[in-house]
């Protein structure tokens, strides 16, 4: 498998009260083709910015290292106008307010048709029927209708169906999510986390999706990266992560969520999530960990790939914690 | 049931629309809606965006009107109130509501202990000492602490500052405890601390709770009975339990179907949303 976009050992810092402030700590996520990767984390956790840093859409005044490559070419290399053709062509990006990202006195229609219209230097007739299919493909009824209306006379619902749609237009190898079901209804979610599953065995299309949903994410994608304090906790395969976490940050998640199907006392984790800059050196998730020893504020930034994934504790052999994922072969690193 | 905390009788609440120009019409937010909260019990009322749940808490404490119907807290209609200060503040003392966003529910100027001893002074007469004992108990038993008190909102994280604000609704000592969507916004490990302590002051307090949400998780996890709300209208309702152990409603089946879990698999819902809208509702 070819890996369309390769986020390495990425590193990001930015000023916070004229000081320098980590905020994404060695990093590194691979999505390859027809792959749905899902990054998980509570606030503060760096992964909205992970999305943000592949599309480089980083404040001017951060300081980055690391390297982000899509299909092999570097994105923090890129000329401003390839820069301006991998955003426009290469990946669609999907936002968690609809609201905040379709300009507000623009129809549908002119929003949707703009991107196929200057790039793709289509006729407006043509674009149009193309946008009305696309539409209806991700279940908006009354296409042409919508097509005149303001962002104002949708709903929040329809709004996303309608940003999706717009990420699909351009038929961009890579869609990147950033919590793109979190304000809507259950029913909603299930339809468009099915228009994007769709759109994504279709064509091929690679995923990145942000959540702060570990069940959603454990049902939607292929691979899960759990992230806290800007650090990768664990990554594995997302059907292995209910049964067997690789880290007690994941375990402790899993642990904390009450279920639909029966009542019980829920294990709550002490304190509340960290940001990378507040975190202590080594397993930033050590303070809340009841696992925690002294080594742990040695150890590595980077998680330590192993069989079946990687993980950031330092004890996950002996909290055996990796012992049942030595089944699968090792697919990253 | 003897004595509810809460009895909604035949409610409905009409909305007037505008639609474009002149043209106007009618949405019922709320419609021939029924149901009792016994004392001390847990009440979960489930529903999507535009079930009418956040206008049904509005209307119980007060800050709507019903159109048709009534709704008694303690058996007493805020509508047959006197003008009488106390008389109005009794009534409040009855129902306290802790809203989604911790965020915007509180002064951003004022301290938290300050913004809890306010309410303490507009209710009970109380010395400066007692006043300042009794902030700290509240703080005490919603997990915060002095340091908490003297911080301002934006001092605190989204959790400590929900917590403030079951603090704050707890102050009055109320009958019923209104929690519209109160751990929705929470970070998972946040949310779980929340219904923990949320179950511990069932124990220690004689509070009852009235939890709205869309999260059936969650609903079970407080919940001893509830209703499932779908534009305005029950079409469930009965012990927490029953109703998602053995759901007998197309729209209740439909939303147990779309809770994400390991080995679920996403599905488009539009026939499905249709087919429980023609059903009748119960």
């Known amino acids: ?333 | 049931m003897a004595d509810p905390v809460l009895s909604v009788v035949n409610l409905r609440k009409v909305f007037t629309i505008r639609e474009g120009g002149r043209r106007r019409a009618d949405l019922a937010a709320i419609d021939e809606l029924t149901f009792d909260v016994e004392r001390g019990g847990a009440f979960g009322v489930v529903g999507e965006s535009g079930s009418g749940k956040t206008t049904l808490a509005r209307i119980i404490v007060g800050l709507e009107t019903p159109t048709v119907g009534q709704v008694l807290v303690c058996g007493g209609d805020r509508r047959q109130l006197g003008r009488r200060a106390s008389e109005r503040k009794a009534w409040a003392r009855r129902a306290q509501m802790v809203f989604q966003d911790p965020y915007s529910s509180f002064d951003p100027r004022q301290r938290v202990a300050d913004s809890i001893e306010e309410v303490l002074k507009l209710h009970f007469s109380l010395s400066p000492s007692e006043q300042s004992k009794r902030v700290a108990e509240l703080l005490d038993q919603v997990g915060l602490d002095q340091r908490h008190g003297r911080a301002l909102p934006r001092g605190l994280s989204g959790g400590e500052r929900q917590r403030a604000a079951i603090a704050r609704a707890l102050a009055i000592k109320p009958d019923l405890l209104i929690l519209d969507e109160a751990v929705a916004s929470l970070d998972v490990s946040i949310q779980s601390q929340i219904l923990n302590l949320l179950s511990d002051l069932r124990q220690e307090t004689t509070v009852s709770y009235l939890f709205l949400s869309h999260d059936l998780a969650v609903i079970r996890q407080v919940t001893d009975n509830a209703i499932v709300m779908r534009e305005g209208r029950i079409v469930e309702q009965g012990a927490t339990d029953g109703i998602l152990d053995r759901p007998q409603h197309p729209y209740t089946k439909l939303l147990l179907s779309c809770v994400p879990a390991p080995r679920w698999k996403p599905r488009r819902t539009r026939s499905e949303r249709e087919a429980a809208a023609v059903e009748r509702n119960t």
């Open chain 1, 1 to 333: 498998m070819t890996a369309l976009l390769d986020i390495e050992n990425l590193r990001v810092e930015l000023p916070v009260e004229g000081k320098l402030t980590t905020v994404i700590r060695n990093v590194s996520i691979s999505v390859a083709e027809r792959e749905a990767v899902a990054v998980v984390g509570e606030s503060g956790s760096g992964k909205s910015m992970t999305a943000r840093s592949a599309l480089r859409l980083l404040p001017r005044d951060a300081a980055v290292s690391g390297d982000v490559r899509f299909l092999g070419e570097s994105v923090f290399e890129m000329d401003s106008r390839s820069l301006r053709a991998y955003r426009a062509e290469c990946v669609g990006m999907i936002f968690q307010d609809p609201r905040a990202h379709i300009n507000p006195v623009r129809t549908i229609g002119d929003f949707l048709t703009e991107s196929l219209i200057s790039t793709r230097s289509m006729k407006p007739r043509e674009a149009r029927s193309r946008v009305t299919k696309l539409l209806d493909d991700v279940g908006v009824s009354r296409a042409e209708h919508r097509l005149r209306q303001f962002p104002y006379e949708l709903s929040g619902g329809l709004l996303q169906r309608v940003m999706i749609a717009s990420a699909l237009a351009m038929e961009p190898k890579l869609i990147l999510a950033d919590e793109p079901t979190t304000a809507l209804d259950v029913t909603t979610q299930s339809d468009v986390m099915s228009i994007l599953d769709e759109a994504r065995q279709e064509r091929g299309m690679g995923l990145l999706f942000i959540t702060h949903d570990l069940e959603l994410a454990a049902a939607v994608s292929d691979r899960t990266v759990v992230m806290y304090a800007g650090t990768i906790m664990e990554d594995q395969q997302s059907s292995r992560l209910h049964d067997t976490p690789m880290h007690p940050y994941s375990a402790a998640l899993i642990a904390s969520r009450p279920s639909p199907h029966q009542r019980q006392r829920l294990t709550a984790v002490a304190g509340r999530p960290q940001s990378a800059s507040e975190a202590p050196s080594g397993c930033p998730f050590g303070p809340r960990c009841s696992f925690r020893r002294d080594e742990c504020s040695e150890a590595p930034a980077a998680p330590r790939v192993l069989p079946g994934g990687r993980t950031g504790c330092i004890r996950a052999e002996d909290l055996g914690l990796v012992a049942a994922n030595q089944l699968e072969p090792i697919r990253h690193g």
